[in-house]
């Protein structure tokens, strides 16, 4: 069965510093989707990045960066330089051929103070 | 291209009445998939559409939960008669396909039923 663990229920830092948010999955399937969304306070949940299982290069976009590690089954999310508006709730989810649909992790709310 | 819209935004009704929450998903997805968030249970997945067509209906909690999708662009969500633990955020999402692509979410029907 799919599984996605996000052990950090809540992490609190201040502004400026780096964060790590981390996820592991479960997966008997070789070929897999893995994704971050972002729910702020507003409430919508907003795409940030979506990988597949055989690309496992790193990647950055601005502040962000992903790290994704098939040997430990774990797909990162850190965030550099932490801002105010980054305060949110991180979703790590995992999609793969034989099931319905996205398996969402439980979550982890990223609380940044000035 | 606009993205997922969803309406009402918010819905605050009595036990007992009839709820309606609309959906129209990204042109030309032909995925479309309902979901559910609550802070006990999280992100649960109710239902799916390809093509118009409902293919995974078990997440649907009981015969109160109908879901419909008379065109490729509007879905409807139905709670009749709506009782106080549906109160729950709805997300209305779309996708180009099922497992390989992003989903995209609407912002939400944040429900609450007295």
């Known amino acids: 069965a799919q599984k996605v663990t996000q052990a950090q229920t809540e992490i609190s830092v201040v502004e400026k510093e780096d964060v790590t948010l981390d996820c592991v999955y479960e997966?008997?399937?070789?070929?897999?989707?893995l994704f971050w969304y972002k729910q702020p306070p507003s409430g919508e949940l907003v795409f940030l990045i979506r990988?597949?299982?055989?690309?496992?290069q790193n990647e950055i976009s601005g502040r962000y960066s992903w790290n994704f590690q098939k040997s430990t089954s774990s797909f990162n999310f850190t965030i550099t330089a932490s801002q105010v508006v980054d305060s949110a709730v991180y979703f790590c989810a995992l999609s793969e051929r034989g099931y319905s649909t996205l398996t969402f992790g439980k979550g982890t709310m990223l609380l940044v103070s000035p | 291209d606009a993205g997922v819209i969803q309406s009402p935004r918010h819905e605050v009704t009595e036990m007992g009445q009839e709820v309606t929450l609309r959906c129209k998903p990204i042109?030309?997805?032909?995925?479309l998939f309902w979901y559910r968030q609550t802070m006990m249970r999280g992100l649960e997945l109710l239902i799916y559409f390809n093509n118009n067509v409902p293919i995974d209906d078990s997440g649907m909690p009981e015969d109160r939960f109908s879901a419909k999708m008379p065109n490729a662009s509007f879905s409807t969500l139905k709670i009749q008669p709506s009782e106080p633990r549906d109160s729950a955020v709805y997300f209305c999402?779309?996708?180009?396909?099922?497992?390989?692509?992003?989903?995209?979410f609407g912002p939400g029907t944040r429900l609450l039923v007295l």
């Open positions: 999402a779309s996708s180009l396909a099922r497992y390989r692509e992003t989903q995209y």
């Open positions: 990988r597949n299982s055989f690309d496992e």
């Open positions: 042109s030309g997805h032909d995925y």
């Open positions: 997966t008997r399937d070789t070929t897999y989707y």
